[in-house]
């Protein structure tokens, strides 16, 4: 039977097939999408099929079924694990058996985090390291202190991101939404990649958005202030994950570790946080009850990271827990190469 989440994707993606190309018709793609979204959102929390906790623990047992023999210790990393998607990401990673790094730019919420995960599964195996992505010298010094302890890293989770915030820029001097979401994951990424490599079969996860089809990898909008809009930003900084994920995936193929991205749903959580004070009363309704909860919220990254039947893919975006056509930037292999050589040149300009 075809699952809600297939159907909603399956009308998304056929409605960009035949929107991308004209401005118009995109506005009318992303008013759809938003709609669809919301209407899935609503429906989902039905349980008409199964319950958001019951499909967690569905693919925390089919991950340890397959696993079972694995004698090493497993480890993962997950950025922005304090609150929301990540929290209950992490949750479900240790209950599946995995060591987590809980890569937190604050300590003491951090801190709550760990011992309310602690309490909730009875288990020890969760770990603070400082991370703050909008700055290079913190992503070096996660990179040194992981590398000094561990010697793999079997999954990496790109989870933390920020949305909507009014024009701010990194410790480094780069555009906070793009900034933190891609060039901090690009570059804590690529410096944990030796110990990805050296662990056989991982995965990467980027948790990118919906928001991927407001979206455009145009360069202006990322440098140049007058132009910046914050939800365009949001889009652009979404954008580039999945681009990120498709190139780097092209890099790894053969390697056997696969790299994937994924929309997580329209989640109750802390990420409306920097839209306007005078917002917050509109947000809150549509909030409780148009999205869905934290741990609906964590299913698409859990079963992107988790999923048996998921090995060997790689280079696919998610939504709804099955695979979605992003935005056809994100398909376009030179566009995702461009991206690359530009985060790479910010990175070298704008490192002390
Ligand atoms: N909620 C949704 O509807 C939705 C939809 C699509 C995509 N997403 C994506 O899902 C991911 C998780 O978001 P969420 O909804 O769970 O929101 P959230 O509760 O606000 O979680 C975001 C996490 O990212 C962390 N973070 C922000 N800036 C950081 C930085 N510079 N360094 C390190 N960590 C940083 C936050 O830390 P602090 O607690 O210290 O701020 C928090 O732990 C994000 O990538 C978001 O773009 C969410």
Redesign the pocket.
């Known amino acids: 039977m075809i699952s809600l989440g297939s159907l909603a994707n399956y009308i998304i993606s056929s409605a960009l097939y035949y929107c991308q190309g004209s401005p118009l018709l995109m506005l009318l793609f992303q008013v759809t999408c938003v709609a669809i979204e919301f209407l899935y959102s609503i429906l989902s929390k039905f349980n008409f099929w199964t319950s958001p906790k019951a499909g967690i623990d569905q693919y925390v047992l089919d991950y340890k079924k397959m696993n079972n023999t694995l004698a090493e210790e497993r480890f993962a990393i997950v950025?922005?694990?304090?609150?929301?998607?990540?929290?209950e990401t992490s949750k479900a990673l240790a209950l599946a058996g995995f060591h987590v790094i809980m890569?937190?730019?604050?300590k003491k919420?951090a801190a709550e985090?760990i011992s309310k995960l602690e309490l909730e599964t009875g288990l020890k195996t969760f770990e603070f390291i400082q991370?703050?992505?909008?700055?290079f010298k913190?992503i070096d010094v996660f990179i040194d202190q992981y590398k000094k302890s561990y010697s793999k890293l079997h999954l990496l989770v790109?989870?933390?991101?920020?949305?909507f915030c009014p024009y701010s820029k990194?410790k480094d001097g780069i555009e906070?939404q793009f900034g933190?979401?891609h060039l901090?994951h690009f570059k804590l990424t690529n410096g944990l990649l030796d110990l990805i490599k050296a662990s056989g079969r991982a995965r990467i996860v980027v948790?990118?958005?919906?928001?991927n089809y407001v979206g455009t990898f145009d360069k202006s909008l990322i440098l140049e202030e007058s132009r910046y809009n914050r939800i365009i930003s949001?889009g652009i900084?979404?954008l580039c994950?999945i681009m990120f994920a498709n190139e780097l995936a092209r890099r790894l193929n053969g390697t056997g570790i696969a790299v994937n991205s994924l929309?997580?749903?329209?989640?109750?959580?802390?990420?409306?946080?920097y839209l306007p004070d005078s917002l917050h009363g509109v947000i809150d309704v549509i909030k409780s009850l148009l999205?869905?909860g934290?741990i609906a919220?964590s299913l698409t990254?859990v079963k992107v990271a988790l999923d048996p039947k998921l090995e060997g893919v790689t280079g696919k975006f998610f939504m709804n827990q099955e695979e979605a056509t992003p935005l056809g930037e994100a398909l376009d292999e030179q566009k995702c190469k461009d991206l690359w050589e530009f985060s790479e040149e910010l990175i070298k300009k704008h490192s002390t």
């Open positions: 950025t922005g694990a304090n609150s929301g998607i990540g929290l890569a937190c730019r604050n919420l985090a991370l703050d992505l909008a700055s913190s790109n989870n933390a991101g920020l949305a990194t906070m933190t979401n901090g948790v990118s958005s919906l928001a949001y900084s979404k994950n929309h997580p749903g329209s989640v109750n959580t802390n990420a409306t946080k999205l869905i934290p919220g990254s």
